[in-house]
């Protein structure tokens, strides 16, 4: 699928000597999941040879564990991981929301303090917004943190926590004002998950994985030396947090692509390559497939010139979502109809599960719509069920 796009900030002796390591490294079976002990305990030992390899998090400054990669490379190392077939990454949060985060906004006390155990996945973090009260109106949420003396007292719940049954530090948004004052009244704190006052508790999801929790906070006690910024004003820090998380780097093409090729190896296989409708439903996905390359690329190459991304960037989240969601109904659909007793069923029932859930995080299909709606095309409130 080429890009006609001038690409003058790739270092591309960093994507070949990440091809060739990750082709000489990749484990040859895959690796449990991350939301399994078993899991957490060898993906560790794959991330420490990434940071060993200086590849664990190539965009980051080499001071702390990085390459001083530019968005193009980084792009295009992430999407030497998908191809190579490499384990998932075990510590996201940490390595693609907190660590840019506070390399933007932490003190250099803080860098130093969280960046290198991140990077290495000695420490684990998860992300502490949604709460059962407000998950998209986040300004909304009340876990509240009451400065006494020098310290923050929380007390509170999250849910929807990814990975949080085993990870050491939540980065967490907490009201320091009163409920009316909204996004002027928020603070952004490190919690680490072990202190008193803290309860995990697991939620298991329809696939069987308890990928989730719960978090309650039980006077839970914490330096202000841990907030990001300054008191109140977490929103504005917040805010970076979830433009790194709604950017089109969540869901790379690459990921797209892996997965449109097993849909074609499935109908191959299943003898039904023919079926004219089958032929149609693939040429479209992969027209569509190349069309989110061309965009998330024409978006990286514009920020890395300096150039605000233009209106394309608004659906890139929207976009991977619904697209990843119709890309393995297909292929469940398909073995559904053609060999319902096949044993892959259950892999591609559970990868739809997987990718409908896409559909939610980092933003739900209809707030994403609305922004688009309000922002983009400047429709007015009410016109959005129209």
């Known amino acids: 699928m080429p890009i006609h796009l001038s690409l003058d900030g790739l270092d591309l002796e960093l994507v070949h000597e990440a091809r060739a390591w990750l082709s000489d490294n990749v484990p040859a079976a895959s690796l449990p999941p991350i939301h399994t002990l078993d899991g957490v305990r060898l993906h560790r030992e794959w991330e420490r040879r990434l940071s060993d390899a200086g590849l664990g998090a190539v965009q980051w400054p080499t001071e702390f564990g990085g390459r001083d990669a530019g968005p193009l490379t980084a792009a295009a190392v992430g999407e030497e991981f998908v191809r190579a077939g490499a384990p998932e990454r075990l510590n996201p949060s940490g390595l693609a929301l907190f660590g840019p985060t506070l390399l933007a906004h932490g003190t250099p006390e803080q860098q130093q303090r969280w960046l290198?155990?991140?990077?290495?996945?000695?420490?684990?973090?998860?992300?502490?917004?949604?709460?059962p009260e407000a998950g998209s109106d986040l300004a909304s949420l009340r876990t509240r943190g009451a400065v006494v003396d020098d310290t923050l007292v929380v007390n509170g719940q999250k849910i929807w926590t990814?990975?949080?049954?085993?990870?050491?530090?939540?980065?967490?948004?907490?009201?320091?004002?009163?409920v009316e004052e909204r996004h002027l009244a928020l603070t952004y704190v490190a919690i680490p998950l072990d202190a008193s006052g803290v309860t995990v508790k697991p939620i298991r999801q329809v696939t069987g994985a308890q990928s989730f929790a719960e978090v309650y906070f039980d006077d839970v006690v914490v330096p202000l030396e841990n907030v990001v910024g300054e008191v109140g004003e977490g929103w504005r820090i917040a805010m970076s947090t979830l433009g790194r998380e709604r950017g089109a780097a969540l869901h790379t093409p690459a990921h797209l692509e892996a997965a449109l090729t097993d849909l074609v190896e499935l109908?191959?296989?299943?003898?039904?390559?023919?079926?004219?409708?089958?032929?149609?439903a693939v040429a479209d996905l992969y027209e569509e497939v190349a069309a989110y390359r061309e965009m998330v690329w024409t978006t990286l190459v514009e920020s890395h010139g300096g150039v605000r991304p233009g209106r394309q960037a608004a659906?890139?989240?929207?976009?991977?979502?619904?697209?990843?969601?119709?890309?393995?109904?297909?292929?469940?659909?398909?073995?559904?109809?053609?060999?319902?007793?096949d044993a892959r069923i259950e892999g591609w029932e559970y990868r739809t599960w997987h990718a409908r859930a896409g559909k939610l995080l980092a933003g739900t299909s209809e707030i994403q719509k609305n922004i688009v709606a309000e922002r983009v095309l400047g429709l007015p409130k009410e016109a959005r069920g129209a």
């Not at 990814?162 to 009163?178: I, K, N």
């Not at 619904?322 to 007793?341: C, K, N, Q, Y």
């Open 162 to 178: 990814s990975l949080a049954e085993h990870a050491d530090w939540v980065f967490a948004l907490v009201r320091t004002g009163s």
């Open 267 to 280: 109908i191959r296989s299943l003898g039904v390559a023919g079926r004219e409708y089958l032929r149609r």
């Open 315 to 341: 659906v890139g989240k929207l976009w991977w979502s619904e697209l990843s969601v119709r890309l393995h109904e297909t292929g469940r659909d398909v073995l559904r109809e053609v060999a319902p007793d």
């Open 116 to 131: 290198p155990d991140i990077v290495t996945c000695r420490q684990l973090w998860c992300q502490g917004f949604s709460e």
